[in-house]
């Protein structure tokens, strides 16, 4: 299994600022992935984190509001940007290997982040 | 967009009870994972069940998983106060290149002493 870190584990912030999440991972998996839950919500996926280009979001989800940076293959970072009350949650990222055999995935302590 | 559908929503039963859990989805999977939730924390990897699977185990849990209802149980036997969680079933849709995870609603798990 692979085992994921992130920090912070928690922060309140502003309103209008930003705040970067670290992500590292302890092997070279093939994908990395952010996730968001909101309050008392299941988990909505908000981008694939590409090695070395760009991420790919999904709908709802955009570069300039969740830049995203990955690069190797262990090490990943989101960034909210310009937050609002409303991205209050708790972000996690996850990770995977690719192939028949390892097809688990597996998800860092999350950050939970309160914007006032 | 949310693929699976957990019911219970939430689910109280007292220690030493068995808990069972239902998940149906709607697309064909490579595989379905759960996971377990402890208040706001990170989700921890309870176990993956193949398409061409069609019961495992690990533990106290049992998982099944029917292809053809598009649907799979999590039982929990001989319940404890620490199972208290939410739990999560998570479908790997099978679909070319995607191997993203599409997560259900959860079920809230309370163990009563």
């Known amino acids: 299994s692979a085992v994921i870190s992130q920090k912070p584990s928690r922060d309140i912030c502003q309103r209008g600022t930003s705040l970067t999440i670290q992500c590292q991972v302890d092997?070279?998996?093939?994908?990395m992935f952010w996730y968001r839950q909101q309050p008392g919500q299941s988990l909505t996926l908000i981008a694939t984190?590409?090695?070395?280009?760009?991420?790919?979001?999904e709908s709802g989800f955009v570069i300039d509001k969740f830049p995203i940076s990955r690069p190797n293959l262990t090490f990943s970072t989101l960034t909210v940007s310009n937050m609002s009350p409303e991205d209050s949650s708790i972000y996690l990222c996850?990770?995977?290997?690719?192939?028949?055999?390892?097809?688990?995935?597996?998800f860092g302590p999350g950050t939970r982040l309160t914007v006032l | 967009s949310q693929q699976g559908e957990e019911d219970p929503q939430a689910l109280s039963i007292q220690e030493g009870e068995n808990a069972t859990m239902n998940c149906s989805y709607k697309?064909?999977?490579?595989?379905l994972q759960w996971y377990r939730q402890n208040s706001g924390r990170g989700l921890v990897h309870l176990i993956l069940?193949?398409?061409?699977?069609r019961e495992k185990h690990s533990g106290r849990l049992r998982v099944t998983l029917d292809t053809s209802k598009k649907s799979s149980s999590l039982l929990i036997t001989a319940s404890r106060a620490a199972d208290t969680a939410s739990y999560f079933c998570?479908?790997?849709?099978?679909?070319?290149?995607?191997?993203?995870?599409?997560f259900g609603q959860g079920t809230r798990l309370t163990i009563n002493p």
């Open positions: 998570a479908t790997d849709p099978l679909i070319q290149g995607a191997q993203k995870l599409v």
């Open positions: 697309t064909s999977i490579n595989n």
């Open positions: 984190a590409n090695q070395g280009s760009e991420a790919t979001y």
């Open positions: 996850s990770a995977r290997y690719s192939g028949y055999s390892y097809n688990e995935q597996f």
């Open positions: 092997s070279q998996v093939t994908m």
């Open positions: 069940i193949r398409s061409n699977e």
